[in-house]
Structures are given as structure tokens and as C-alpha cells.
């Protein structure tokens, strides 16, 4: 089994940054994709980025290219999403999840491949 745990989020002004942190622990082989969804009040779950485990390829929703970037610590298992110029609509929970090994990444991001392990989740909040 995969375990995800997340850290960093918090309240922040419009403008300003935050770096979230999921550490994966417990049999990491098992995947090949790590993801950063969100859930805004109101709204479903949605991809927000996403990278397979070496780091080669990345992926975003287009409501946060150029804004947000994800990135990992192969060595400590971590992945990281760095997230600047925040909005209010970037508010939600924040969670970080994977999909299993061969699962495309970019399908995963875009909600048409399974998440196989969600992490609890971490809320961000955005005041204007």
C-alpha cells in the first residue's frame, strides 16, 4: 500500500505564495504518477498538476499554468507544489493523490484515469 501525507497549506492574501509538501511512504513502486488535486467550495474534485515519479513530464490544469509548479524529491519520496500569485478561486482543499503504475499521468490530471491513493488533504485558503 501507498500512504500520502500532506503539509504546507494555509491562509495567504491574494498574491501571494504557498508551497505545498506530500511525503509518499509505505511501498512506493506501486506508482508511477503523482497529482495535486483540489476541491473548491462548491465545485468537484479537479486535477491541478501532475508528474510522473522521475520528474520528466509535467501537467496542468490550464486555470493554473504559469502559476503554480510541481516538483519532486526522488530521494525523499516528496512531492511539491508551488503555488504563486494566488487568487481567491484558488481557495479549496488541496489533495495529493497517485495513480498506479502504466496509468497515463496526463489522463489522471485531466479526470479521465483513476486515483488509486488519496492523502487526507490540505486546506488552502486565498482572501482578496
Known amino acids: 500500500q501507498l500512504q500520502l501525507a500532506e503539509s504546507g497549506g494555509g491562509s495567504v492574501q491574494a498574491g501571494g505564495s504557498l508551497r505545498l509538501s506530500c511525503v509518499a511512504s509505505?511501498?512506493?513502486?506501486?506508482?508511477?504518477?503523482l497529482t495535486w488535486f483540489r476541491q473548491r467550495p462548491g465545485k468537484e474534485r479537479e486535477g491541478v498538476a501532475g508528474?510522473?515519479?522521475?520528474?520528466?513530464?509535467?501537467y496542468y490544469a490550464d486555470s493554473v499554468k504559469g502559476r503554480f509548479t510541481i516538483s519532486q524529491d526522488v530521494a525523499k519520496n516528496t512531492v511539491y507544489l508551488q503555488m504563486d500569485n494566488l487568487k481567491p478561486e484558488d481557495t479549496g482543499v488541496y489533495y495529493c493523490?497517485?495513480?498506479?503504475?502504466?496509468?497515463?499521468?496526463?489522463?489522471?490530471?485531466?479526470?479521465?484515469?483513476?486515483?488509486?491513493?488519496w492523502g487526507q488533504g490540505t486546506q488552502v485558503t486565498v482572501s482578496s
Open positions: 493523490a497517485a495513480a498506479k503504475t502504466k496509468t497515463r499521468c496526463v489522463q489522471v490530471v485531466a479526470g479521465t484515469a483513476p486515483v488509486n491513493y
Open positions: 509505505g511501498n512506493t513502486y506501486v506508482t508511477s504518477c
Open positions: 508528474t510522473n515519479f522521475r520528474g520528466e513530464s509535467t
